[in-house]
């Protein structure tokens, strides 16, 4: 099975017979997906928009935070 292009994994640490990784997102993977969900709740257009808003604020308020 192929990773989605937004998710990196990668080898983190064998410990008690377990196998660990490291599961990073980025931002724009995770936008898109905050923009899937508000799609899903389109019959409850108030929560849909409320969604829709956040995603936003996100996106912005995290690409401000990185300068």
């Given at each position: 099975?192929r990773m989605p292009r937004g998710i990196k994994t990668e080898?983190?640490?064998?410990?008690?017979?377990?196998?660990?990784?490291?599961?990073?997102?980025?931002?724009?993977?995770?936008?898109?997906?905050?923009?899937?969900?508000?799609?899903?709740?389109?019959?409850?257009?108030?929560?849909?928009?409320?969604?829709?808003?956040?995603?936003?604020?996100?996106?912005?308020?995290?690409?401000?935070?990185?300068?």
């Amino acid at each position: 099975m192929r990773m989605p292009r937004g998710i990196k994994t990668e080898f983190d640490k064998v410990k008690n017979g377990r196998v660990y990784f490291k599961v990073r997102a980025s931002r724009l993977y995770l936008f898109r997906v905050m923009l899937k969900i508000a799609r899903q709740n389109i019959r409850e257009p108030v929560l849909a928009l409320l969604i829709f808003l956040f995603a936003f604020y996100w996106l912005a308020r995290d690409g401000q935070k990185a300068q």
